[in-house]
């Protein structure tokens, strides 16, 4: 049994009833409880790159930054001290909250004084595996990306000098990047490094997703195995977000940019100054995206609203005749096309992203004075 069988098209007063659902679940999770390369085959435009969701790897620590436990715990106490910033009171954690997802759940984050940045906080939890940072992917390591949010002075406005300053004043400090580094004098690599290491322990893989993976077949309920089949499928939500990580590390136009409006975000152009990256963005990944919220680059929608979007085809703005020969006029990605998903369908694609829920992680973290 297919899902098309078992669905009707929106606007038609005939719908699948509750046995044949039930039917169509109990078929989807025998199939599915199969290794994954005896899954249907994804439903996948022509040339697009694709690696099967599943499982996350063990996170691969950098041969210039190899992990020791030490390292981990010393990044840890320095990722929630706001000693870092200018103030003194913002801590890379204001913004990566681990009750929060490791984000911040509001539309775009606060900065030194109260400066509402433009773009929605991303959750680190997982970026060791990702290929780039930030929504325009302008940092390519962990290590790079610390600085930018540290010495940013819309965010953490931090004065380098004062920086390692603040950070040798600390007894505890001192000793513990001697043992770690090996030298008395502390440095912002040294202090990046760090960090970065204890942001590459901040690992998913405790979903419901990834019980059903592991061989526990009942993890996933009814409506979260016939959504899996949508997203592989007729949703086709694959095209972007495959791999372990559910992203594909690339980037996208889905047409939120406001190209000409007075909130426009270029977005990838800002970094590669390439025509065709106008109004890309870097593709999220999907994990614990219940936790995520609110979503896009922008923080403006929330998960009804992306559902909606992307069925509908995603946006597709047309220029103005001031704007029709404009050579930088972003075009919307030729992956996003109208879904024609029921709301049985919606719903239970949300049912099966909601699989993808980390349980909530709470840190208490006692910082040296």
């Not at 002075?153 to 505890?172: F, G, K």
């Not at 990046?192 to 690992?203: G, H, L, N, P, S």
């Not at 993890?219 to 495959?242: E, M, P, Q, W, Y």
């Not at 940019?257 to 152009?269: E, P």
Request: with cysteine; hydrophobic share 30%.
């Amino acid at each position: 049994m297919s899902y098309s069988s078992a669905s009707s098209d929106v606007g038609e007063s005939t719908r699948p009833s509750v046995q044949e659902l039930d039917e169509l679940a109990k078929e989807l999770r025998r199939v599915y409880s199969q290794p994954s390369d005896r899954w249907p085959a994804p439903h996948l435009d022509e040339g697009v790159p694709f690696v099967e969701i599943g499982l996350l790897p063990e996170v691969k620590h950098p041969k210039d930054n190899p992990y020791s436990k030490e390292k981990a715990e010393l990044g840890k106490k320095l990722f929630f001290d706001p000693r870092l910033s200018g103030s003194k009171q913002l801590a890379c954690a204001s913004c990566h909250n681990p009750e929060l997802g490791w984000t911040d759940g509001i539309t775009a984050s606060f900065g030194h004084d109260r400066q509402e940045n433009p773009r929605n906080s991303m959750p680190i939890m997982n970026s060791g595996f990702r290929t780039h940072l930030f929504w325009d992917g302008r940092a390519k390591t962990l290590e790079e990306q610390v600085t930018g949010p540290l010495f940013a002075t819309n965010e953490m406005h931090a004065d380098p000098e004062d920086l390692v300053r603040t950070v040798s004043s600390v007894p505890a400090y001192r000793e513990a990047f001697k043992t770690i580094f090996g030298t008395d004098q502390i440095t912002l690599d040294q202090i990046a490094k760090a960090i970065a290491c204890f942001e590459r322990t901040v690992v998913g893989g405790r979903s419901k997703f990834d019980a059903f993976m592991r061989g526990k077949t009942d993890a996933l309920s009814d409506a979260a195995v016939r959504g899996l089949h949508l997203f592989r499928t007729k949703a086709r939500c694959i095209n972007c977000h495959n791999g372990p990580n559910f992203t594909d590390e690339g980037f996208h136009n889905n047409g939120l940019h406001g190209y000409g409006r007075k909130h426009q975000d270029l977005g990838r152009f800002n970094v590669t100054n390439d025509p065709a990256d106008v109004g890309k963005f870097s593709t999220p990944s999907l994990r614990n995206v219940e936790r995520t919220g609110p979503y896009m680059h922008h923080g403006l929608f929330e998960i009804d609203a992306v559902l909606t979007m992307y069925n509908a085809g995603g946006f597709h703005p047309k220029p103005t005749p001031a704007q029709k020969d404009d050579p930088l006029f972003p075009k919307t990605s030729p992956l996003l096309k109208p879904l024609n998903l029921t709301k049985q369908e919606l719903s239970d694609l949300q049912a099966f992203l909601f699989s993808l829920t980390e349980p909530k992680q709470r840190m208490r973290v006692e910082l040296d004075r």
